[in-house]
Protein backbone atom coordinates (compact mmCIF):
# COMPACT_ATOMS: atom_id res chain seq x y z
CA UNK A 1 0.00 0.00 0.00
CA UNK A 2 1.20 3.67 -0.91
CA UNK A 3 2.11 5.49 2.34
CA UNK A 4 0.45 8.39 1.20
CA UNK A 5 -2.88 6.42 0.03
CA UNK A 6 -2.68 4.62 3.74
CA UNK A 7 -2.19 8.31 5.75
CA UNK A 8 -4.87 10.04 3.67
CA UNK A 9 -7.39 7.05 3.48
CA UNK A 10 -6.87 6.64 7.56
CA UNK A 11 -7.91 10.32 7.61
CA UNK A 12 -11.08 9.66 5.88
CA UNK A 13 -11.78 6.15 7.65
CA UNK A 14 -11.37 7.77 11.05
CA UNK A 15 -0.16 -1.66 24.57
CA UNK A 16 3.22 0.65 24.15
CA UNK A 17 4.98 2.78 22.10
CA UNK A 18 7.55 4.79 23.24
CA UNK A 19 8.31 7.94 21.33
CA UNK A 20 10.80 10.50 21.26
CA UNK A 21 11.00 14.01 20.19
CA UNK A 22 12.58 13.80 16.32
CA UNK A 23 15.21 15.74 17.63
CA UNK A 24 17.18 16.22 20.94
CA UNK A 25 18.63 20.26 21.99
CA UNK A 26 21.50 20.61 20.48
CA UNK A 27 23.49 21.58 23.73
CA UNK A 28 22.98 18.23 25.22
CA UNK A 29 24.60 16.30 22.42
CA UNK A 30 27.62 19.07 22.52
CA UNK A 31 27.80 18.09 26.15
CA UNK A 32 28.30 14.52 25.26
CA UNK A 33 25.08 14.16 27.92
CA UNK A 34 21.50 14.11 26.94
CA UNK A 35 18.84 14.93 29.49
CA UNK A 36 15.76 12.78 28.82
CA UNK A 37 12.41 13.27 30.45
CA UNK A 38 10.29 10.57 29.66
CA UNK A 39 6.38 10.73 30.46
CA UNK A 40 3.88 7.98 30.50
CA UNK A 41 0.46 6.98 30.43
CA UNK A 42 0.86 3.97 32.68
CA UNK A 43 0.75 4.55 37.21
CA UNK A 44 3.73 4.06 39.15
CA UNK A 45 4.58 0.42 39.09
CA UNK A 46 1.86 -0.97 37.34
CA UNK A 47 2.95 -4.64 36.26
CA UNK A 48 4.30 -5.20 32.60
CA UNK A 49 2.88 -1.76 31.55
CA UNK A 50 4.63 0.43 33.99
CA UNK A 51 7.09 -1.59 35.34
CA UNK A 52 8.10 -2.18 31.54
CA UNK A 53 8.62 1.79 31.02
CA UNK A 54 10.76 1.90 34.09
CA UNK A 55 12.86 -0.48 32.91
CA UNK A 56 13.55 0.61 29.49
CA UNK A 57 14.51 4.53 30.83
CA UNK A 58 16.97 2.56 33.19
CA UNK A 59 18.68 0.62 30.45
CA UNK A 60 18.83 3.77 28.32
CA UNK A 61 20.62 5.29 31.15
CA UNK A 62 22.47 2.06 32.29
CA UNK A 63 23.22 1.05 28.52
CA UNK A 64 25.20 4.71 27.95
CA UNK A 65 26.97 4.82 31.26
CA UNK A 66 24.52 7.67 31.89
CA UNK A 67 25.35 10.00 28.81
CA UNK A 68 21.41 9.42 28.24
CA UNK A 69 20.08 10.60 31.85
CA UNK A 70 16.73 9.70 31.83
CA UNK A 71 14.35 10.99 34.39
CA UNK A 72 10.83 8.63 34.37
CA UNK A 73 7.83 10.35 35.40
CA UNK A 74 4.52 7.64 35.26
CA UNK A 75 0.84 9.30 34.37
CA UNK A 76 0.16 12.57 36.77
CA UNK A 77 3.69 12.09 38.10
CA UNK A 78 4.07 15.50 35.32
CA UNK A 79 1.64 15.41 33.17
CA UNK A 80 -2.13 13.89 33.19
CA UNK A 81 -1.55 10.21 31.49
CA UNK A 82 -3.16 11.44 28.32
CA UNK A 83 -1.32 15.15 28.20
CA UNK A 84 1.45 12.70 27.56
CA UNK A 85 1.06 13.30 23.71
CA UNK A 86 1.47 17.31 23.86
CA UNK A 87 4.35 17.19 26.53
CA UNK A 88 6.43 15.51 23.75
CA UNK A 89 5.36 16.77 20.70
CA UNK A 90 5.35 20.52 22.32
CA UNK A 91 9.50 19.91 23.24
CA UNK A 92 8.42 20.15 27.03
CA UNK A 93 9.64 16.82 27.23
CA UNK A 94 11.85 14.25 25.15
CA UNK A 95 9.45 10.68 25.18
CA UNK A 96 6.91 9.41 26.27
CA UNK A 97 5.82 5.54 26.22
CA UNK A 98 2.07 4.78 25.68
CA UNK A 99 -0.66 2.87 23.44
CA UNK A 100 -0.97 5.48 20.29
CA UNK A 101 -3.85 4.66 19.50
CA UNK A 102 -4.43 6.93 22.48
CA UNK A 103 -4.16 10.00 19.76
CA UNK A 104 -6.37 8.47 17.44
CA UNK A 105 -8.85 11.66 18.46
CA UNK A 106 -5.45 13.48 16.48
CA UNK A 107 -5.40 11.74 13.49
CA UNK A 108 -7.14 8.37 12.89
CA UNK A 109 -4.18 6.76 11.58
CA UNK A 110 -2.79 6.38 15.17
CA UNK A 111 -5.23 3.87 15.64
CA UNK A 112 -3.40 1.59 13.42
CA UNK A 113 -0.50 1.04 15.46
CA UNK A 114 -1.83 0.07 18.23
CA UNK A 115 -3.99 -2.72 17.10
CA UNK A 116 -7.12 -3.13 14.71
CA UNK A 117 -10.11 -5.55 15.87
CA UNK A 118 -10.01 -9.16 14.34
CA UNK A 119 -6.06 -8.43 13.11
CA UNK A 120 -2.65 -8.66 13.55
CA UNK A 121 -1.46 -11.13 16.29
CA UNK A 122 1.95 -9.98 17.87
CA UNK A 123 4.10 -11.83 15.87
CA UNK A 124 2.17 -10.42 12.66
CA UNK A 125 1.84 -6.49 13.68
CA UNK A 126 5.87 -6.76 15.12
CA UNK A 127 6.28 -8.73 11.20
CA UNK A 128 4.87 -5.63 9.53
CA UNK A 129 6.13 -3.09 11.40
CA UNK A 130 9.66 -3.91 11.61
CA UNK A 131 10.11 -5.34 6.92
CA UNK A 132 6.57 -4.99 5.95
CA UNK A 133 6.81 -0.87 5.57
CA UNK A 134 4.66 -0.05 8.67
CA UNK A 135 7.38 1.32 10.12
CA UNK A 136 8.01 3.88 7.09
CA UNK A 137 4.25 4.64 7.04
CA UNK A 138 4.39 4.90 11.16
CA UNK A 139 7.54 7.63 10.73
CA UNK A 140 4.82 9.43 7.95
CA UNK A 141 2.31 10.13 10.31
CA UNK A 142 4.98 10.48 13.76
CA UNK A 143 6.82 12.90 11.59
CA UNK A 144 3.72 15.24 11.00
CA UNK A 145 3.79 15.98 14.66
CA UNK A 146 8.07 16.21 15.13
CA UNK A 147 8.13 12.94 16.63
CA UNK A 148 9.64 9.23 15.65
CA UNK A 149 8.24 6.14 17.06
CA UNK A 150 9.86 2.43 17.93
CA UNK A 151 8.50 -0.78 19.34
CA UNK A 152 8.71 -1.13 22.88
CA UNK A 153 6.79 -4.67 23.75
CA UNK A 154 3.07 -6.29 23.23
CA UNK A 155 0.41 -7.28 25.16
CA UNK A 156 -0.48 -10.09 23.06
CA UNK A 157 -4.32 -11.16 22.48
CA UNK A 158 -6.45 -9.42 25.61
CA UNK A 159 -8.95 -10.25 27.16
CA UNK A 160 -12.43 -9.52 26.02
CA UNK A 161 -12.78 -6.69 29.37
CA UNK A 162 -15.20 -6.82 32.52
CA UNK A 163 -18.86 -6.72 32.45
CA UNK A 164 -21.16 -5.42 35.43
CA UNK A 165 -23.97 -7.63 33.85
CA UNK A 166 -23.98 -10.66 31.79
CA UNK A 167 -23.67 -10.45 28.28
CA UNK A 168 -25.52 -13.40 26.31
CA UNK A 169 -26.39 -11.28 23.11
CA UNK A 170 -25.70 -8.40 20.69
CA UNK A 171 -28.40 -6.49 22.22
CA UNK A 172 -27.12 -6.78 25.53
CA UNK A 173 -24.55 -4.24 24.31
CA UNK A 174 -27.01 -1.39 23.55
CA UNK A 175 -26.43 1.46 25.48
CA UNK A 176 -23.94 -0.24 27.62
CA UNK A 177 -20.88 2.44 28.37
CA UNK A 178 -17.97 0.41 27.94
CA UNK A 179 -14.18 1.62 28.63
CA UNK A 180 -12.31 0.82 24.90
CA UNK A 181 -10.56 3.44 23.13
CA UNK A 182 -8.83 2.90 19.62
CA UNK A 183 -10.94 1.14 16.60
CA UNK A 184 -12.29 -1.41 19.17
CA UNK A 185 -14.21 1.26 20.52
CA UNK A 186 -15.98 1.92 17.19
CA UNK A 187 -16.77 -1.26 16.75
CA UNK A 188 -18.28 -1.33 20.21
CA UNK A 189 -20.68 1.61 19.23
CA UNK A 190 -21.48 0.35 15.67
CA UNK A 191 -23.12 -2.40 18.14
CA UNK A 192 -24.73 0.03 20.11
CA UNK A 193 -22.61 0.58 23.13
CA UNK A 194 -21.08 4.00 24.21
CA UNK A 195 -16.99 3.36 24.17
CA UNK A 196 -15.36 6.08 26.46
CA UNK A 197 -11.46 6.11 26.69
CA UNK A 198 -9.69 6.52 30.11
CA UNK A 199 -6.27 6.33 31.47
CA UNK A 200 -5.71 3.23 33.58
CA UNK A 201 -5.48 4.73 36.93
CA UNK A 202 -9.21 5.95 36.35
CA UNK A 203 -11.23 2.59 35.62
CA UNK A 204 -11.39 1.09 38.87
CA UNK A 205 -13.25 4.37 40.47
CA UNK A 206 -15.59 4.89 37.45
CA UNK A 207 -16.71 1.06 37.18
CA UNK A 208 -17.20 0.77 40.95
CA UNK A 209 -19.41 4.28 40.75
CA UNK A 210 -21.56 3.16 37.87
CA UNK A 211 -20.23 5.79 35.58
CA UNK A 212 -18.98 3.09 33.22
CA UNK A 213 -20.56 0.07 33.17
CA UNK A 214 -17.56 -2.72 31.38
CA UNK A 215 -13.84 -2.10 30.70
CA UNK A 216 -11.42 -3.51 28.71
CA UNK A 217 -7.83 -3.16 29.86
CA UNK A 218 -5.16 -6.31 29.31
CA UNK A 219 -5.42 -9.58 30.91
CA UNK A 220 -5.76 -11.04 34.31
CA UNK A 221 -2.18 -10.70 35.76
CA UNK A 222 -2.42 -6.66 34.73
CA UNK A 223 -5.69 -6.46 35.45
CA UNK A 224 -5.84 -7.63 39.26
CA UNK A 225 -3.71 -4.89 40.05
CA UNK A 226 -6.32 -2.70 39.69
CA UNK A 227 -9.01 -4.78 41.43
CA UNK A 228 -11.52 -4.87 38.79
CA UNK A 229 -12.70 -7.93 39.85
CA UNK A 230 -14.38 -6.43 42.99
CA UNK A 231 -16.08 -3.64 40.69
CA UNK A 232 -17.56 -5.97 38.10
CA UNK A 233 -18.53 -9.80 38.05
CA UNK A 234 -18.58 -10.93 34.53
CA UNK A 235 -14.72 -11.54 32.72
CA UNK A 236 -14.88 -12.51 29.13
CA UNK A 237 -12.26 -14.17 26.74
CA UNK A 238 -10.65 -13.41 24.41
CA UNK A 239 -11.07 -10.09 22.80
CA UNK A 240 -11.42 -9.52 19.12
CA UNK A 241 -10.47 -5.69 19.69
CA UNK A 242 -6.70 -6.03 20.29
CA UNK A 243 -5.18 -9.22 19.61
CA UNK A 244 -1.39 -8.29 20.09
CA UNK A 245 -1.27 -4.66 21.18
CA UNK A 246 2.67 -3.68 20.78
CA UNK A 247 3.44 -0.74 23.31
CA UNK A 248 5.65 2.08 21.90
CA UNK A 249 8.16 4.86 23.04
CA UNK A 250 7.94 8.01 20.98
CA UNK A 251 10.44 10.91 21.19
Known sequence: MKRRKFIKG????????????STFPSPAFSQKRIEITMVATWGRDFPGLGTGAQRFAKSLSDMTD?????????????VKAFDSFDEVASGNAQMYHAA??????????????????????????????????????WDELAGSFGLK??????????MGGWFRKEINSADDLKGLKMRIPGLGGDVMAKLGASPVSLPGGQIYEALISGA?????????????????YEAAKYYYYPGMHEPGTPCWHSA
Not at 66 to 77: C, F, L, P
Not at 100 to 108: A, I, L, M, R, S
Not at 124 to 135: D, F, K, L, R, V
Not at 212 to 228: L, M, R
Open 149 to 158: CLSCGNTGVQ
Open 10 to 21: AAVAGGATAVAA
Open 212 to 228: IDATEWVGPWNDSFYKF
Open 100 to 137: DYYWKGKHPGWAYFTAVPFGFVFSEINSWINYGGGQEL
Open 66 to 78: GRMNVKYYAANER
